[in-house]
């Protein structure tokens, strides 16, 4: 790594960023600011630790890349890893699944803080703020594709008891990490073939949801969020949460909206809904995928959609009402360098956007210059954004350019080929 050069190529890009009236220190402070909440199920491939079934709810994860983290010290040691190659400081999203209950059968409706205790000490070590997810899928009670809509009122209720106790144990996270814990409740609930009854299944997942969000929290410790999804496999027809379902209820009930990538139709913009919704809401929770031709949760590459998420939250002034989360699960590639590839990629959509020079393009547009605005916006794309980004790698302590990858390969002789 050549410092010099790197220091003088950022010098030559600052002077060309300030020529069309944008400070990068000013972009670079606020990026430091932003953190990016990685995904634990990236490391084994959405398994968990439960060890009670294959993974089911319309979820996949392809590929048999070796070296998949078996229990919770190897997949801390993974993220470990994988932090090291991403600047800045981020946080920790969790699944109810990775509960760690010493061997002993806990059930998910009578899961506890205490079952989070080595992730919390991880994180607190860290300092890392933990995020949480209760999991309604792979299990018994899951398989025929419906919890809180279950026709079944047993069934609902013991995934009522499981969402509240996921939300206690956000809030015990907290506590003790002095960081508010965001829950996001997403479930795969739907018909596989055209529903006779659409309205059924919703009127018992309002009813559910009213029931998991009774309790109170200070928003100190938890903040809720709800997902929605267009479809799933096996239930290709109907989703009881579907985006209008959940905008409703988000709406409504003053919590947080959850936005994945993945989950709308492929000609649907994310970023266009950004902007629309949070007129009514007070944040939005974005989780980062790729889909590729359907929700199949591709590692997140810096294409133009991604861009124009980034673009969205910088020229709204959405920073800080928007909570990013990665969500995508690679078996297919080495699984450190897919959240090191889909991190750092989040990233620089957030630091272009914070580069852009959205003064001049805001003049243009407010003359009604739409002539200049596309030209400038098409010029623009050519501002020395890698030059920013490697200085800012070089000052965050983590690896420019692709010698990130060279550390993760070493850790893949030296560990993860070792796992058999």
């Given at each position: 790594?050549?410092?010099?050069?790197?220091?003088?190529?950022?010098?030559?890009?600052?002077?060309?960023?300030?020529?069309?009236?944008?400070?990068?220190?000013?972009?670079?402070?606020?990026?430091?600011?932003?953190?990016?909440?990685?995904h634990c199920w990236q490391g084994d491939d959405v398994g968990g630790f439960e060890k009670s079934g294959s993974?089911?709810?319309?979820?996949?994860?392809?590929?048999?890349?070796?070296?998949?983290?078996?229990?919770?010290?190897?997949?801390?040691?993974?993220?470990?890893?994988?932090?090291?190659?991403?600047?800045?400081?981020?946080?920790?999203?969790?699944?109810?699944?990775?509960?760690?209950?010493?061997?002993?059968?806990?059930?998910?409706?009578?899961?506890?803080?205490?079952?989070?205790?080595?992730?919390?000490?991880?994180?607190?070590?860290?300092?890392?703020?933990?995020?949480?997810?209760?999991?309604?899928?792979?299990?018994?009670?899951?398989?025929?594709?419906?919890?809180?809509?279950?026709?079944?009122?047993?069934?609902?209720?013991?995934?009522?008891?499981?969402?509240?106790?996921?939300?206690?144990?956000?809030?015990?996270?907290?506590?003790?990490?002095?960081?508010?814990?965001?829950?996001?409740?997403?479930?795969?609930?739907?018909?596989?073939?055209?529903?006779?009854?659409?309205?059924?299944?919703?009127?018992?997942?309002?009813?559910?949801?009213?029931?998991?969000?009774?309790?109170?929290?200070?928003?100190?410790?938890?903040?809720?969020?709800?997902?929605?999804?267009?479809?799933?496999?096996?239930?290709?027809?109907?989703?009881?949460?579907?985006?209008?379902?959940?905008?409703?209820?988000?709406?409504?009930?003053?919590?947080?909206?959850?936005?994945?990538?993945?989950?709308?139709?492929?000609?649907?913009?994310?970023?266009?809904?950004?902007?629309?919704?949070?007129?009514w809401l007070d944040a939005l929770l974005v989780h980062v995928s790729r889909g590729v031709r359907w929700d199949?949760?591709?590692?997140?590459?810096?294409?133009?959609?991604?861009?124009?998420?980034?673009?969205?939250?910088?020229?709204?002034?959405?920073?800080?009402?928007?909570?990013?989360?990665?969500?995508?699960?690679?078996?297919?590639?080495?699984?450190?360098?897919?959240?090191?590839?889909?991190?750092?990629?989040?990233?620089?959509?957030?630091?272009?956007?914070?580069?852009?020079?959205?003064?001049?393009?805001?003049?243009?547009?407010?003359?009604?210059?739409?002539?200049?605005?596309?030209?400038?916006?098409?010029?623009?794309?050519?501002?020395?954004?890698?030059?920013?980004?490697?200085?800012?790698?070089?000052?965050?302590?983590?690896?420019?350019?692709?010698?990130?990858?060279?550390?993760?390969?070493?850790?893949?002789?030296?560990?993860?080929?070792?796992?058999?």
């Amino acid at each position: 790594m050549n410092t010099a050069k790197i220091e003088k190529t950022y010098a030559l890009a600052r002077e060309a960023y300030a020529a069309q009236g944008v400070d990068t220190e000013k972009a670079l402070k606020k990026l430091r600011a932003i953190r990016l909440s990685l995904h634990c199920w990236q490391g084994d491939d959405v398994g968990g630790f439960e060890k009670s079934g294959s993974l089911d709810g319309g979820l996949a994860a392809t590929g048999n890349y070796p070296g998949k983290a078996r229990n919770a010290d190897e997949l801390r040691a993974d993220l470990d890893q994988a932090l090291a190659q991403i600047p800045g400081a981020h946080r920790l999203n969790l699944h109810a699944i990775y509960a760690e209950t010493r061997g002993k059968k806990v059930d998910r409706d009578a899961l506890g803080p205490e079952h989070f205790k080595g992730w919390i000490d991880w994180a607190k070590a860290r300092k890392l703020g933990l995020d949480f997810n209760p999991t309604y899928f792979s299990h018994p009670l899951a398989k025929d594709g419906l919890t809180l809509t279950h026709p079944d009122k047993a069934v609902r209720d013991f995934w009522v008891a499981h969402g509240i106790a996921c939300r206690r144990i956000g809030a015990a996270m907290g506590r003790q990490l002095g960081t508010p814990s965001l829950v996001n409740l997403w479930i795969p609930d739907g018909y596989k073939d055209t529903p006779a009854d659409r309205r059924a299944p919703r009127d018992r997942l309002r009813d559910s949801l009213d029931a998991i969000y009774a309790p109170r929290f200070s928003r100190h410790l938890l903040l809720d969020a709800v997902e929605s999804k267009l479809f799933g496999i096996g239930s290709e027809s109907y989703v009881a949460g579907s985006h209008e379902f959940y905008m409703g209820y988000a709406i409504k009930n003053d919590l947080i909206l959850c936005l994945d990538c993945g989950h709308f139709h492929p000609t649907e913009s994310v970023a266009d809904k950004i902007s629309a919704l949070l007129q009514w809401l007070d944040a939005l929770l974005v989780h980062v995928s790729r889909g590729v031709r359907w929700d199949s949760d591709h590692v997140v590459t810096l294409t133009d959609e991604l861009k124009a998420i980034g673009h969205e939250i910088v020229a709204g002034g959405y920073t800080d009402r928007v909570h990013l989360a990665l969500d995508y699960f690679d078996a297919s590639i080495n699984r450190v360098a897919a959240w090191v590839i889909g991190s750092r990629n989040t990233l620089k959509m957030m630091l272009g956007a914070l580069l852009e020079p959205a003064a001049v393009l805001a003049r243009a547009e407010k003359a009604g210059d739409f002539t200049a605005r596309l030209a400038l916006q098409e010029e623009f794309k050519l501002l020395p954004l890698g030059a920013v980004w490697d200085y800012y790698c070089l000052k965050q302590g983590v690896p420019v350019g692709s010698a990130w990858l060279d550390a993760v390969r070493r850790y893949e002789t030296d560990t993860l080929s070792r796992r058999g």
